[in-house]
């Protein structure tokens, strides 16, 4: 993690998307940055990998619903969808 430090969450999100780095490596060095924080400070009443690891399996699958165009709309800058089942997400169905 050390050598991602200096970067802020937008730093992170470019270097992942201009793939220098993936996901998972960025989630793997901050988790082990965080219990190195937990070890020393214990700073946090829990440490959920697992669950880490769900939000990036669930932003690649909203990702590809995008990509396969179903685009989540707006006006005057809310979605005009507010159920999951309306942005047309592939589910496991699909599978």
Known sequence: MDQYTAYDALGLAALIAKKEVTAEEVLEAALMRAERAQDTLNCFSAIFPDIAR???EGGLVFGLGIALGNAVR??????????????????????
């Open 74 to 95: 707006y006006r005057a800058g809310l979605p005009t969808s507010f159920t999951y089942d309306a942005l047309g997400l592939p589910t496991l169905a699909d599978c």
């Open 54 to 56: 769900q939000q990036i």
